[in-house]
T-cell receptor, first 112, second 113 residues
Framework: DQQVKQNSPSLSVQEGRISILNCDYT??????FLWYKKYPAEGPTFLIS?????DKNEDGRFTVFLNKSAKHLSLHIVPSQPGDSAVYFC???????????FGTGTSLTVIP | GAGVSQSPSNKVTEKGKDVELRCDPI?????LYWYRQSLGQGLEFLIY????????KSGLPSDRFSAERTGGSVSTLTIQRTQQEDSAVYLC???????????FGPGTRLTVT
């Protein structure tokens, strides 16, 4: 039962343009969301997070948007750079538990 | 400072053998997680340690899987009588507490032949 879904396995974007990565979740108890970036042969690295009390969090070129009514979050990267090419995972957790639930990832390719 | 380290980086074993995977978390991190990533799948939660509390083992897929964390630091994930479906990348992560971002190790790629 996949509670966090990333329906686009891959995405290609031109350098300098905006990359938008999407994530949907099914459990309304989730209250904390994170995005991770993963290069081949490395573990995921934390990018940005958002609490359910907010609808937007921004950190440099990265912005995460949360739409609780739609159970949807998105990661915007602007401007996209070739070094952003990686697999991006979204993750969610409930305030009552210890588990983080991860999506299957979206592979982003930024074309120079 | 040093990040999360895992050993071995790769392990090939025969079906039916036992394997041990090791994780050294970041010093001072009280929370430690084990995940598994099978081909084409997301990260699957296995087990969570927080300080001296009893671990959350709810993600372990069968009783062939066990983990321990000695002295609140190093953790070992043991898989007994390995099966081919156990083939995956096993990732360890640590964090300051259970609700903050996790720092991941590079993973151990396990192949069961």
């Amino acid at each position: 039962d996949q509670q966090v879904k990333q329906n686009s396995p891959s995405l290609s974007v031109q350098e300098g343009r905006i990359s938008i990565l999407n994530c949907d979740y099914t459990n309304s108890m989730f209250d904390y969301f994170l995005w991770y970036k993963k290069y081949p042969a490395e573990g995921p690295t934390f990018l940005i997070s958002i609490s359910s009390i907010k609808d937007k969090n921004e950190d440099g070129r990265f912005t995460v948007f949360l739409n609780k009514s739609a159970k949807h979050l998105s990661l915007h990267i602007v401007p996209s750079q070739p070094g952003d090419s990686a697999v991006y995972f979204c993750a969610a957790s409930k305030n009552t538990g210890n588990q983080f639930y991860f999506g299957t990832g979206t592979s982003l390719t930024v074309i120079p | 400072g040093a990040g999360v380290s895992q050993s071995p980086s790769n392990k090939v074993t025969e079906k039916g053998k036992d394997v041990e995977l090791r994780c050294d978390p970041i010093s001072g991190h009280t929370a430690l997680y084990w995940y598994r990533q099978s081909l084409g799948q997301g990260l699957e939660f296995l087990i969570y340690f927080q300080g001296n509390s009893a671990p959350d083992k709810s993600g372990l897929p069968s009783d062939r899987f066990s983990a321990e964390r000695t002295g609140g630091s190093v953790s070992t994930l043991t898989i007994q009588r390995t099966q081919q479906e156990d083939s995956a990348v096993y990732l360890c992560a640590s964090s300051f507490s259970g609700k903050t971002e996790q720092y991941f190790g590079p993973g151990t790629r396990l192949t069961v032949t």
